[in-house]
């Protein structure tokens, strides 16, 4: 089994800053990839940036030059660090994980549970 526990969300106003963090945890083999996802009201989930097992990072355009994704290999956890926030980046905030669970399985998909990210003065 694999969790992924997300830390961070809640209330930030309009042009602050808020820090996400995601740990993966239990019978991991490799990561191949981490990031996140969001969701807002009445949208489909997208992505917002994701990082790969060798450093490379995909930022959506919306959160380009705002928001920033980093991982600390060691302890199996991704961050997203948002700065300049806007109202519009309201949303529940998914992390997602694409990793073996062993050397010779197949990888799974796996998500956290969503933490709410509010902007609003």
């Known amino acids: 089994q694999v969790q992924l526990v997300e830390t961070g969300g809640g209330l930030v106003q309009p042009g602050g800053s808020l820090e996400l963090s995601c740990a993966a945890s239990g019978t991991i083999f490799r990561i191949i990839s981490m990031g996140w996802y969001r969701q807002a009201p009445g949208k489909e989930r997208e992505l917002v940036a994701d990082?790969?097992?060798?450093?490379?990072?995909n930022i959506a355009d919306s959160v380009k030059g705002r928001f920033t994704i980093s991982k600390n290999n060691a302890m199996n956890t991704v961050y997203l660090q948002m700065n300049t926030v806007k109202p519009e980046d309201t949303a529940v905030y998914y992390c997602?994980?694409?990793?073996?669970?062993?050397?010779?399985?197949?990888?799974?998909?796996?998500w956290g549970q969503g933490t709410q990210v509010t902007v609003s003065s």
């Open positions: 997602h994980a694409l990793l073996y669970q062993t050397h010779y399985g197949p990888h799974g998909e796996y």
């Open positions: 990082t790969n097992a060798g450093g490379a990072t």
